[in-house]
């Protein structure tokens, strides 16, 4: 899953080395936490969040196989 994160932000982000993607796994959720430069945040997130609904909606819909609920947090 972090390599099919990697792979959408890495393509929408000018300053590639500076993406960071963590993983914070509980009992029943897997929540991936994606951080970028300050100035590629606004590709990131983009008009109304609409980009970030759209990654959150990929993952949730790629596969998983621990059956775990996916969550993806943009942080600064």
């Known amino acids: 899953m972090k390599e099919l994160l990697y ?3 890495s393509n929408l ?3 590639i080395d ?3 993607i963590t993983e914070e796994e509980k009992a029943n959720e897997i929540t991936y936490f994606i951080k970028v430069d300050e100035d590629d945040m606004g590709r990131l997130i983009g ?3 609409k980009i970030a609904n759209s990654i ?3 993952v949730r819909a790629s596969k998983n196989e621990t059956g775990k609920g996916v969550f993806v947090e943009i942080i600064n």
């Open 47 to 49: 008009k109304k969040g």
């Open 13 to 15: 982000v000018v300053d």
């Open 18 to 20: 500076s993406i960071e």
């Open 7 to 9: 792979h959408i932000v």
């Open 56 to 58: 959150r909606t990929i």
